[in-house]
């Protein structure tokens, strides 16, 4: 008995170890083998929404789910279609309900009889609600209903909940770049046992260049037919009082000068703003770097944030390079793997 109770405990450790924290890692609900996979664009959402929901609800729509996100140029982060035929894509990666309880119009008809007595009860106490479901008819799918007791109240609640509406497809498109980046093999962490932190890198990741002596090292993806990502690490002993936007700004424009062979950028191509990085407190800078020596371009984001404990700054910096197509998805797979970082 004693035995078997020591092997649970030994199995326990293992599964634990191996469920490394990771917010944006592979999804966790199972394949379901009865439904195929989910089609389409990863960033397309689809509208579901009778014509007078539709006149009022597809601007604000549009501003919530087509933010642009300044590259080289304002990328959006999704794209939204609105269609009518739901036997044709029902099936399809992104999906959006908007249903008036008191419509008899085709699509408030056909959402009032697929949903639940619990979603009926919930929106008679509450007026309206969002009601987001995964794998509704397709693995890896991710279906979102918005309705309201009526359509005024259907409609306030599209503009009132724009960042919950945004953020729900967001994390999902991110698990989404994360499950693809994460089927492959990474580092092990004896990989970077001579560094004070550690990183979950993708072995597609290669040493490019490394000066220990500054406390730089950077690594590189470059793929036939995708973007080149470069995913740099730089620490210093700084006073706290140093710390801030202003010294993000310059240390980074002193990085891309001396390590990416005199990138640089402008103020009016940037964008500083305070952020979390896991228990920290600190700054994103982003934008898009030019490189005059070479006349060529790209975009980039860099996290920086501040050790009390160690009186050590950091920087995490990642530099996309890709003329041929859009960066955005790029800068969302070089954080999700940036937010990985963990100090020893």
């Known amino acids: 008995m004693k035995k078997i109770l020591w092997l649970i405990l030994v199995l326990l450790l293992i599964l634990s170890c191996n469920n490394k924290e990771n917010k944006y890692k592979a999804n966790q609900k199972k394949i379901d083998s009865r439904k195929p996979m989910s089609w389409g664009h990863k960033q397309t959402v689809y509208i579901f929404a009778d014509d007078n929901v539709w006149k009022y609800a597809e601007q ?3 501003e919530t789910l087509e933010r642009p996100q300044f590259t080289t140029t304002n990328e959006t982060y999704f794209e939204i279609k609105r269609v009518k035929d739901i036997e044709q894509y029902y099936k399809f990666n992104n999906l959006l309900f ?3 309880m ?3 119009n085709d699509i408030s008809t056909y959402v009032k009889d697929i949903i639940g007595s619990k979603i009926k009860q919930d929106i008679k106490e509450n007026s309206v609600g969002i009601f987001p479901k995964e794998n509704m008819w397709a693995n890896d799918q991710y279906v979102l209903f ?10 306030t ?5 724009a960042n919950k509406i945004f953020n729900l497809y967001k994390e999902k498109l991110l698990q989404r770049i994360a499950t693809q980046v994460y089927k492959t093999d990474v580092y092990s962490e004896e990989y970077f046992l001579s560094n004070n932190w550690k990183l979950e890198l993708p072995k597609k990741y290669i040493l490019y ?4 002596e500054n406390n730089f090292i950077s690594f590189l993806a470059r793929l036939k037919e995708h973007s080149d990502r470069y995913i740099s690490i730089y620490f210093e002993d700084l006073d706290k009082k140093e710390f801030g936007k202003q010294w993000l700004k310059r240390t980074r424009a002193n990085l891309a000068w001396k390590y990416y062979d005199e990138d640089e950028f402008n103020d009016k191509d940037i964008k500083l703003e305070n952020i979390a990085f896991g228990k920290y407190k600190g700054y994103k800078l982003s934008g898009r770097w030019q490189n005059m ?3 060529v371009g790209g975009a980039f984001q860099s996290f920086a944030f501040y050790d009390n404990e160690t009186q050590i700054a950091y920087v995490i910096d990642n530099s996309i390079y ?9 800068l969302l797979e070089t954080e999700i793997i940036s937010r990985t970082f963990k100090i020893k």
């Open 60 to 62: 604000p729509l549009r």
């Open 98 to 100: 908007l249903c008036d």
């Open 102 to 104: 008191e419509s008899n």
């Open 146 to 155: 918005l309705i309201g007791n009526n359509e005024r109240n259907l409609l």
């Open 157 to 161: 609640l599209n503009i009132k909940m």
């Open 209 to 212: 260049k490394k000066d220990i």
């Open 293 to 295: 020596k070479y006349a």
């Open 322 to 330: 890709f003329p041929e197509g859009d960066k955005l998805p790029a």
